[in-house]
């Protein structure tokens, strides 16, 4: 199949500079349901560590571990109450730093999920943010006036349905939250709130994580002039109430790039580190999350083989149309699950039973040897 990429898109191996995120097979690791030490019934980081040398022996280079802040945990941990800090339920901060260093005696590299979109309801910016108007964090999130008719301001809708806009009584305005109500999105235009969240990228840093994978980056800007999000035409009945509207001024803003390459900058003041984006964009709109002159994310997620048709035409051509797009010298990836979706065993076997599923699962360990030579 490469020889169907335009050669002026292709990246090529030899010219340049080998990184370990490069080659490596990413593990993602739920703590919760992954490895219960202490018999509690939950997962937790000691859990994690006691099973390194198992994903080694996998062939595991790196592991991707979700959400371990404190949290209420109203959306399994994307709604964080602390983000320098582990939940109790998972363990300390010094499980963490031995985790980190049984890793790196083993050869592990470890990736931190960062949430930087919103916080939990109960993170004390935000209980200070809607204690009063006139409070130092007021700013940190985004409060707006009801409309005309004591509505939400626009008509911007939450990706788990309904209005993107929850009204606060003791305040009376109304603050955005683009997931649940328990998750108010963070006012990234103001200068304090990216100090503070890239403090945190910092504190784990300096603890020795090897990267972040960022929750939700295409969507941390959104339309400082609060304009309604138009009509999507291809809106079908059966589709979700989110798709009702194209999410132009909620999404993928401009302003969005300068935060990604202030993030890489942060990150490239450690060395060795992997800054991944989770972006669901077409390619077009997904590689210009590289950044300019690719100072931006290191790998903005590619998710087209989790939906995809599993065919060789139909991959040939899914391969060709990104590998054109690249910018010269990115890196390309492919992610072949998340905690999102299925395994991939389940997706691609069907309904026809086991064996299936282990042609299926055979036939996606071919298509990974395949897509990392």
């Known amino acids: 199949m490469e020889d169907d990429v335009p050669a002026g898109n ?14 490596g097979v990413v593990y993602q690791i739920y703590p919760r349901s992954f490895a219960d030490s202490n018999g509690d019934g939950i997962g937790d980081v000691p859990g994690i560590t006691g099973r390194l040398d198992h994903l080694v022996g996998l ?48 050869g592990l590299k470890l990736i931190f999920d960062f949430v930087p979109n919103h916080s939990s309801d109960a993170h004390p910016w935000f209980r200070e943010s809607r204690a009063s108007r006139e409070t130092s964090k007021r700013d940190w999130y985004i409060w707006r006036d009801p409309a005309a008719d004591g509505g939400p301001p626009n008509n911007w809708l939450g990706h788990f349905g309904g209005s993107g806009w929850e009204w606060d009584a003791t305040t009376r305005q109304y603050y955005l939250h683009s997931f649940l109500r328990q998750q108010p999105d963070l006012n990234w235009r103001n200068p304090a709130v ?9 504190f784990w840093l300096d603890r020795g994580v090897d990267g972040f994978r960022v929750d939700v980056l295409w969507l941390l800007i959104k339309d400082d002039k609060f304009r309604d999000n138009p009509p999507n035409p291809a809106y079908a009945p059966n589709r979700g109430s989110y798709d009702r509207l194209l999410p132009v001024y909620t999404a993928d803003r401009p302003e969005v790039q300068d935060i990604v390459a202030e993030m890489r900058a942060v990150l490239d003041g450690y060395g060795e580190r ?14 210009a999350y590289y950044g300019r002159d690719l100072k931006g994310a290191h790998l903005p997620f590619n998710f087209q083989l989790i939906d995809a048709p599993w065919s060789a035409p139909a991959l040939a051509a899914m391969i060709r149309e990104y590998e054109a797009a690249l910018p010269a010298g990115a890196w390309p990836n492919w992610v072949l699950g998340n905690h999102d979706k299925h395994r991939i065993a389940s997706r691609v076997g069907g309904r026809a039973g086991a064996c299936r599923s282990d042609a299926a699962a055979d036939a996606a360990g071919h298509t990974d040897a395949v897509l990392r030579r």
């Not at 292709?10 to 080659?23: D, F, K, L």
């Not at 990216?194 to 910092?202: G, H, P, S, T």
């Not at 992997?274 to 590689?287: A, K, S």
Request: hydrophobic share 45%; glycine share 4%; aromatic share 12%.
């Open 10 to 23: 292709r990246t090529s191996v030899s010219s340049i500079e080998e990184h370990w995120w490069q080659r």
């Open 194 to 202: 990216r100090a503070a969240m890239y403090d945190a990228l910092r």
């Open 274 to 287: 992997v800054l991944i984006g989770e972006i669901y964009l077409p390619i077009e709109r997904l590689v």
């Open 59 to 106: 062939g595991v280079d790196a592991l991707w571990v979700s959400p371990m802040y404190p949290s209420p945990m109203a959306d399994f941990g994307y709604d964080v109450a602390d983000y320098c800090n582990v939940d109790p339920m998972f363990g300390t901060l010094a499980d963490v730093d031995r985790l980190i260093a049984a890793a790196h005696a083993r």
